[in-house]
């Protein structure tokens, strides 16, 4: 009997992820060769990808709505794969910065609360015993004790991660002690993953 798998990612660590690999290797990452290496000749239940709806004005400007509509576009092609399912979870807010450079003062949209949907639906699949494995791709330590709590119910989660501190992508070494087991996405791994 093969072990069934779950694949929860965080949206913005594979925006983070695609980034890397585009700028390394101009290629984009494909979330549905992701899952397949990942999932490998285990049975794969489902991937859950979480993520926010990107920021918009009350007033959106055209570049705010092109935005919106490509991200908008992204989500539905995840539902259309098999086994994979969007998570709409959380909300962007525009958070107040100072340009370390210039002291120029200005607003950044950043996310908030898809970890925390992440992290529920982990705790409560594996209290329900859902799956064998969870295979959570994030380097989120705020996620480090729903792992703990995920392994309390005899569930493995692996965590897979990138680490690269040029790009400032990295992988929480306290969310990675605690799991069951965690792979590092070199860029070979990524590039393998890519889209044709």
Same mark, same amino acid.
């Given at each position: =009997?093969?072990s069934?798998v %779950?694949?929860l990612?965080d949206?913005a660590?594979?925006?983070?992820?695609? /980034? $890397?690999?585009?700028d390394?290797?101009?290629?984009?990452?494909?979330?549905?060769? @992701?899952?397949?290496?990942?999932? #490998?000749? !285990?049975?794969?239940?489902? &991937?859950? $990808?979480?993520?926010?709806?990107?920021?918009q004005?009350?007033?959106?400007? *055209?570049k705010? !709505?092109? +935005?919106?509509?490509r991200? *908008?576009?992204?989500f539905y &092609?995840?539902?259309?794969?098999?086994?994979?399912?969007?998570s709409?979870?959380?909300? %962007?807010? @525009?958070?107040?910065c !100072?340009?370390?450079?210039?002291?120029?003062e200005?607003?950044?949209p950043? *996310?908030?609360? %898809?970890?925390v949907g992440?992290?529920?639906?982990l705790?409560k =699949?594996?209290?329900?015993?859902v799956?064998d494995?969870?295979?959570l791709?994030s380097?989120d330590?705020?996620?480090?004790a729903?792992?703990? =709590?995920? *392994?309390?119910e005899?569930? +493995?989660v692996?965590? /897979?991660?990138?680490?690269?501190?040029?790009? #400032?992508?990295y992988?929480?070494?306290?969310?990675?002690?605690?799991?069951?087991?965690r792979?590092?996405?070199d860029?070979a791994?990524?590039e393998?993953?890519? =889209?044709?």
């Amino acid at each position: =009997m093969t072990s069934k798998v %779950v694949i929860l990612v965080d949206g913005a660590y594979f925006d983070n992820l695609n /980034y $890397y690999l585009r700028d390394k290797k101009d290629k984009k990452l494909s979330l549905e060769r @992701l899952s397949e290496k990942i999932v #490998g000749d !285990k049975t794969h239940l489902r &991937t859950k $990808y979480y993520n926010a709806y990107p920021y918009q004005s009350e007033k959106p400007t *055209q570049k705010e !709505k092109d +935005n919106y509509r490509r991200t *908008q576009n992204f989500f539905y &092609t995840i539902n259309g794969y098999k086994n994979h399912e969007f998570s709409n979870v959380g909300r %962007v807010r @525009l958070n107040p910065c !100072k340009c370390p450079y210039c002291n120029k003062e200005y607003e950044k949209p950043e *996310q908030k609360g %898809v970890d925390v949907g992440l992290a529920l639906d982990l705790v409560k =699949m594996a209290r329900k015993r859902v799956a064998d494995e969870f295979a959570l791709i994030s380097g989120d330590e705020d996620l480090t004790a729903a792992v703990e =709590m995920a *392994q309390e119910e005899l569930c +493995n989660v692996v965590v /897979y991660y990138v680490s690269d501190n040029e790009y #400032g992508i990295y992988g929480s070494k306290k969310l990675c002690s605690v799991a069951s087991d965690r792979v590092r996405m070199d860029l070979a791994f990524l590039e393998s993953c890519a =889209m044709d």
